[in-house]
Nanobody
Framework: QMQLVESGGGLVQAGGSLRLSCAAS????????IGWFRQAPGKEREFVAV????????VYADSAKGRFTITRDNAKNTVYLQMNSLKPEDTAVYYC????????????????????WGQGTQVTVSS
């Protein structure tokens, strides 16, 4: 089993920045890809970004490109989501999740394919 714990959410003004963290315990990320998703009230959970732990390859949703960066710290078994130039429409609960690396390219956008989830962290961007 893998446990994921997110942190770093909060309230920020539009144009500000936040860095979210996703720390793993129970298993290492070595054979997984770690994705970030978000869910706003009344909306479906949507893909934000994913990182392949083994090769560092990353993919971003169009809404995140140029503003968000997903990175990792191998020693801490932690993945980060640096969010800059935040907008009110970025307001949501942000979740990190783990998906097996094999064949992830066809599935990384879909929440149902992720095996492990964190509890989520609230991000609120005021205008």
């Amino acid at each position: 089993q893998m446990q994921l714990v997110e942190s770093g959410g909060g309230l920020v003004q539009a144009g500000g920045s936040l860095r979210l963290s996703c720390a793993a315990s129970g298993r290492t990320f070595s054979s997984y890809c770690i994705g970030w998703f978000r869910q706003a009230p009344g909306k479906e959970r949507e893909f934000v970004a994913v990182l392949n732990w083994s090769d560092g390859n990353t993919v971003y949703a169009d809404s995140a490109k140029g503003r968000f960066t997903i990175t990792r710290d191998n020693a801490k078994n932690t993945v980060y989501l640096q969010m800059n130039s935040l907008k009110p429409e970025d307001t949501a609960v942000y979740y990190c999740a783990a998906i097996g690396a094999v064949g992830y390219g066809a599935h990384y956008r879909y929440p149902d394919h992720y095996a492990y989830w964190g509890q989520g962290t609230q991000v609120t961007v005021s205008s």
